[in-house]
């Protein structure tokens, strides 16, 4: 048995849980406020900070767990990235279409600057932008793999790291403000997560032992990451403590097996596609009933609900999918073949 045929069900059980994290992240803002609160605005952006670390986690593994997928594969570069079109950039382009076409219904026309950004810098389903980013980092970096394992590979990551949340912290302040300053600044964010993930996938993993001391240190660690990252809230400082987060997540996490017929195995990739639209459309009627939540039990509440239905809408999807082998291909590349 190969070292990814070992953590295969963690990598899905962490896909499962990463595309909930993304979905909170998404609609949090929203709803938060939507909310009335007894207390001071200080608590609420406590909240706000709390929901926001969310996205980075979450991406910060998706980009991770991509490369040690791509890199770990012994076929060749060529015959991966053939692949990765089917299975990336086919349902890239086919969810951006639809979007694109629902916006033409809703809007009556569209121009054409918007419809070739919308396939490319700021798609129409938003979150999708991370697919093209991510089939980029593999065309451009797939022949430095061989140098993964390395020291000066190593301090590349960490220079990256550190200049990625400077650039970032530079941007969200306007310190750097040019056209597609914002898509350039995400994508250079997600450099140092991808090139870990090659690091992992050239050591198998091999970056320091799994001792109790160190699973009790690294779970402190998170613990302030998290603490620390939620009171200072966006900046270079919490760009810097999440990538260790995320890295001593993953790292910590022992290898395990998952049942076959377990909820996690199931493809999360439509709900990932499918969220920001469902987002809009609630979002919306909530506005035009002019309904209210009052005090964060009430906002939590709404939350888990709203992300539960957003959740169901995905399986129902992905039961259609299944019988169906060329919707499949064109909306998940092929994801919930497996599972036939």
């Avoid at 969810?95 to 396939?119: A, E, F, H, P, R």
Wanted: charged share 15%; with cysteine.
């Amino acid at each position: 048995m190969t070292y990814y045929e070992d953590n295969r069900d963690k990598m899905t059980a962490y896909s499962f849980w990463m595309t909930i994290l993304i979905v909170i992240y998404h609609l949090s803002p929203h709803i938060l406020e939507l909310g009335v609160y007894p207390s001071n605005d200080n608590v609420v952006s406590l909240y706000r900070n709390f929901f926001e670390l969310f996205g980075s986690i979450a991406l910060n593994y998706f980009f991770a767990a991509s490369a040690y997928k791509f890199f770990i594969s012994k076929k060749t570069n060529k015959t991966k990235l053939f692949k990765r079109v089917k299975t990336l950039l086919i349902p890239y382009i086919i969810w951006n279409t639809l979007y694109i076409s629902l916006y033409i219904i809703q809007y009556g026309t569209i121009n054409l600057k918007d419809v070739i950004l919308g396939y490319t810098l700021t798609p129409f389903d938003g979150p999708m932008w991370y697919i093209l980013v991510l089939y980029i980092f593999m065309v451009l970096l797939c022949r430095l793999f061989n140098q993964a394992n390395n020291k000066v590979f190593k301090i590349m990551i960490i220079i990256s790291s550190v200049s990625a949340a400077i650039f970032h912290l530079f941007v969200i302040k306007n310190i750097i403000d040019f056209p597609y300053s914002f898509w350039i600044k995400r994508t250079y964010r997600m450099l140092p997560p991808f090139l870990t993930g090659m690091l992992l996938a050239k050591s198998k993993n091999s970056i320091f032992s799994k001792t109790r001391l160190t699973w009790v240190v690294s779970m402190l660690v998170i613990l302030m990451c998290i603490i620390l990252s939620t009171i200072i809230g966006d900046g270079a400082i919490t760009i810097l403590l999440m990538y260790i987060c995320s890295f001593l997540m993953w790292i910590i996490c022992p290898n395990f097996k998952l049942k076959y017929k377990s909820l996690m195995k199931k493809d999360m990739f439509s709900i990932y596609a499918i969220h920001e639209g469902i987002i809009i459309i609630t979002v919306a009627m909530i506005y035009k009933l002019q309904l209210v939540f009052e005090g964060v039990i009430d906002v939590f509440i709404f939350l888990l609900l709203e992300t539960m239905f957003i959740f169901v809408i995905g399986l129902v999807i992905n039961f259609i999918l299944k019988n169906n082998r060329t919707l499949d291909i064109l909306l998940t590349g092929g994801r919930n073949e497996r599972y036939n």
